[in-house]
């Protein structure tokens, strides 16, 4: 049985082809268009979208060695994200599955990056292509419950996940995402865009005690980074009044102090949902899942507090349709079809699969 899925909710058009729940392919086109703003202007991003589909697909179906007669549905992400790239995706892949005749399947991005952890690929490459050499989860995948720390560019959130259907938002952001606060303080400091690759290479290289940000005292499991936003603002414009190449003489321990108090208050929020829940299978999702902090401290509170792990493999941290194909497997098994008319959606309700 073979899926093609489709991601296309910010800035990167994603196709994917699996067999049977395998993945055979995953082709991602960025979109490097965005750069010279300093963010995704929306507009650029759908008429990339519009350019990048057909070929992506076409490359999909290509490297999984089928041609599109083979396959069997398609399941494509409807929401949340950028309206106009959503609809483009979500537009192409209700014509071509009506071509075919075919099922299709719509699928919560969200949703998509927490289950990421069930990707099986044709040819393991787990260790091949890991920057560290790191095992990661290898084949080993979580059991129900488990928890799931959401870190991405849009969404900060603790999720216990009951089924592969069954999610619960336990907590979440109140203001900006992890990733949207990297990004600001990136731009702030005269980075590039998307600041969380290059924060993460400086901080390789910095002192984590360096410089001390202000962190937020919110109840409960949500979280809330537009606080240590404008601490950080606020302290470069103090310490570039002295010197105002502060930030070239210190980009190393911004980066490394900037780095650590967004993982403290990441992991702070979660070993309380762990020792509250009682659940010690604790993952990591989406895009700055591939911060290596934030995947150091997953690996020192495992030892430390005897959790089981799991991290996902770079390529499947930031938007891919492989997450979106095996969240699209498990829902044809339940036969749990879209129909034609089915909208895009921008923002979901906490119930992460409301339709
Ligand atoms: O999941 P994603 O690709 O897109 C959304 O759906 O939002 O996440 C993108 C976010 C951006 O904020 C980017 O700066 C951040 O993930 N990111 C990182 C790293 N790689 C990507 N943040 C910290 N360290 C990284 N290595």
Known sequence: MYILAIESSCDDTSAAVLRDGILLSNVTASQAVHEEYGGVVPELASRAHQQNIVPVV?????????????????????????????????????????????????????????????????????????????????????????????????????????????????????????????????????????????????????????????????????????????????????????DPDFIEHHKEDLAASLEKTIVDILMKKLRKAVKDTGIKQVAVAGGVSANSGLRNAFRDHAKRYHWKIFIPKFSYTTDNAAMIGITGYFKYLDKDFASIDLPAYARISPNMDKK
């Not at 260790?127 to 560290?132: E, I, K, N, Q, T």
């Not at 089924?163 to 990297?182: C, K, W």
């Not at 937020?216 to 570039?240: C, E, M, N, Q, V």
């Open 58 to 242: 076409d490359a999909a179906i290509k490297r999984a060695g089928i041609v599109k007669e083979d396959l069997d549905a398609v399941a494509f992400t409807r929401g949340p994200g950028l309206m106009g790239s959503l609809l483009v995706g979500v537009s192409f892949a209700k014509g071509f599955a009506r071509s075919l005749g075919i099922p299709m399947i719509d699928v919560n991005h969200l949703q998509g990056h927490v289950l990421a952890h069930f990707i099986r690929e044709n040819k393991p490459t787990r260790l091949a292509d890991s920057p560290c050499g790191e095992l990661d989860a290898e084949d080993d995948v979580p059991t129900f419950p488990y928890l799931c720390l959401l870190v991405s560019g849009g969404n900060s959130q603790i999720v216990k996940v009951n089924s592969y259907q069954d999610m619960e938002i336990l907590g979440q952001t109140i203001d900006d995402a992890a990733g949207e606060a990297i990004d600001k303080c990136s731009k702030v400091m005269g980075l590039g865009y998307p600041g969380g690759p290059i924060i993460d290479k400086l901080a390789r290289q910095g002192n984590p005690e360096a410089f001390e940000f202000s962190k937020p005292d919110i109840a409960g499991y949500d979280y809330s980074f537009s606080g240590l936003k404008t601490s950080f603002l606020y302290h470069l414009r103090d310490w570039i009044k002295d």
